[in-house]
């Protein structure tokens, strides 16, 4: 088995597309990594010295001048109970322009990126392209009816395809988290540099999210591999998987299905450990009214469970189709 298991890794990395899919694979990240520390760095000097001199200029004003006076001698009008100890400051704070207000910049989060932002992008992208490696991979195979002389050479069927499948389960799981492991901690060094907290286990939480997201491209790469497998056609293949995780969720919404049962909702609770979606319930105090939006949390075990079934299910079909199906 061993020796098997390398000359798959070697034919899995002499193949040019694989190699280009694998390159684009960094590629994408990379710009969006850049792109991320680009669009959150912070101000310069020269516009902090001009958002000080907006500030100086429009706090001048004699309107905006007589509603400072206002709040200073009625603070619990303009401030409200309890009145703050230091009242100028708390009246210049709501009522003077603050430096803010003329420049702008979107500080780096990493909670956000991890939840929302560019993280979730990285693992989508990396998603893509395993999967695309994996139908690339096998469908080759197929196109050229090199099959045929695989078999030849080891006739146990079933050891060929567990073979093909490891190399690409595991090449796409280990690339995808050496990846998006490079993107957290380059990410964390920027915001060390910037004094952005990235304590109390922040930056852990991204690295996890990243290697689950590994997990997830590992097996979009097998689903890849097993699906052409199965219908020995790359296109076919693809045309499954993109209508099963793009169509599949629009299809469910429009008749009605609950979207605990939406492939994407699970993929990013696998991410995420957990995702929020909404559901309709009764009304609770009212059943009257009928039915309300519920805020639900779809836990990882259940999107696991969801997404796992539908792995097995593509690999306990295609392994059996190559088990009995003649080989051109």
């Keep these: 088995m061993s020796r098997l298991l390398r000359v798959e890794l070697t034919r899995l990395l002499c193949r040019r597309a694989v190699l280009v ?6 590629a994408i990240p990379t710009v969006i ?5 680009l669009n959150t760095r912070p101000p310069s000097d020269a516009d902090l010295a001009y958002a000080e001199e907006q500030v100086a200029a429009e706090s001048a004003l004699p309107g905006v001048q007589r509603q400072l006076e206002k709040c200073l ?3 619990e009008r303009f401030l409200g109970r309890p009145v703050p100890d230091d009242v100028r400051a708390a009246c210049e704070e709501n009522y003077l322009p603050q430096p803010e207000w003329f420049v702008y910049w979107e500080q780096l989060s990493l909670a956000e990126e991890r939840d929302n932002g560019s993280g979730l992008a990285v693992v989508i992208v990396l998603a893509i392209l ?16 090199s099959v045929s002389n695989q078999l030849l050479f080891e006739p146990r069927r079933p050891l060929v395809w567990a073979a093909k499948g490891a190399i690409v389960t595991g090449v796409a799981g280990l690339f995808s988290g050496f990846v998006v492991t490079a993107y957290w ?53 693809l045309g499954v998987l993109l209508a099963a995780s793009v169509a ?5 919404a429009v008749i009605g299905v609950d979207s605990v049962w939406n492939p994407g909702l699970n993929i990013g609770a696998v991410i995420l450990d957990g995702a929020k979606y ?13 039915f309300c939006s519920v805020e639900r949390t779809l836990p990882i075990g259940r999107a696991l469970w969801f997404l796992g079934s539908g792995l097995v299910l593509f690999t306990v079909a295609s392994l ?6 003649d080989v051109p």
Excluded: K
């Design 21 to 26: 899919i694998l390159a684009v694979a960094v």
């Design 33 to 37: 990594g850049v792109a991320t520390v």
């Design 73 to 75: 001698d009625n603070p």
């Design 130 to 145: 395993t999967m695309l490696a994996g139908t690339t991979f096998a469908g080759h195979d197929w196109a050229s009816g």
């Design 185 to 237: 901690l380059l990410l964390g060094l920027v915001a060390g540099s910037r004094d952005i907290p990235t304590g109390d286990g922040l930056l852990l939480d991204c690295l996890q999210s990243g290697w689950r997201g590994a997990g997830v491209a590992a097996g979009a790469a097998l689903a890849g591999f097993a699906l052409t497998m199965l219908f020995r056609s790359t296109v076919a293949a």
């Design 248 to 252: 599949g969720g629009i299809v469910l």
């Design 278 to 290: 909404y559901a309709d319930a009764p009304c609770p105090g009212n059943e009257e009214v009928g």
């Design 320 to 325: 059996a189709s190559f088990q009995r199906r």
